[in-house]
C-alpha cells in the first residue's frame, strides 16, 4: 500500500514541486553569491511553466487526451517535467556585464520561500489523510 501511496500523482508532484524549490533555492544563492563576480550571468530555474504544460499540454485543455484505438490521430504527448536550470544571457545590468539585481533576486528567494512552505504543508496533509485512511483500515 506505501508503494501505490509514493506513485500517487499526488504525492509526485507535490515532490517534484519542493525538489524544484530546493533547487530554485540553490540557483538564487548561487547568483547572490557572485553577485560581484565580472561577466556572471544570473541563472532561473523553470519548472511550473513545464508541469502545467505536462497535466494541460499546449492550449490549457484540462482534459486529458487518451487515444482508444490504434487508428485514432495521434497527439503530442509531453514528458515529465523536472525543474530545469536556464541562464539568463540577455540582460547586462553593470558595466562589467554582471546582470545579478540584489532586489530580484531577494524577492524571488522570499517568493520561493512561500512556494516551498506551501507545498511541504500541502504535502504533510496529503500524508496525514492516507495515515488517517490506513489506520481506519480503509473503510
Do not use: C, W
Not at 6 to 22: C, K, Q, T, V, Y
Not at 123 to 128: A, D, F, K, N
Amino acid at each position: 500500500m506505501l508503494n501505490q501511496i509514493m506513485r500517487s500523482p499526488n504525492f509526485d508532484i507535490l515532490e517534484r514541486g519542493l525538489s524544484a524549490a530546493n533547487l530554485r533555492h540553490e540557483v538564487i544563492a548561487d547568483n547572490l553569491a557572485n553577485i560581484n563576480t565580472p561577466n556572471f550571468k544570473r541563472s532561473e530555474v523553470v519548472f511550473e511553466e513545464l508541469l502545467a504544460k505536462e497535466l494541460y499540454g499546449d492550449d490549457g485543455n484540462k482534459l486529458p487526451l487518451v487515444r482508444t484505438h490504434d487508428k485514432h490521430l495521434p497527439f503530442k504527448k509531453f514528458e515529465r517535467a523536472s525543474a530545469r536550470v536556464e541562464r539568463d544571457d540577455t540582460t547586462v545590468m553593470r558595466v562589467d556585464n554582471n546582470n545579478v539585481d540584489v532586489d530580484m533576486e531577494m524577492a524571488s528567494i522570499a517568493k520561493n520561500q512561500l512556494y516551498y512552505n506551501a507545498m511541504a504543508r500541502q504535502l504533510s496533509g496529503y500524508i496525514s489523510r492516507v495515515r488517517s485512511v490506513m489506520q481506519s483500515g480503509g473503510d
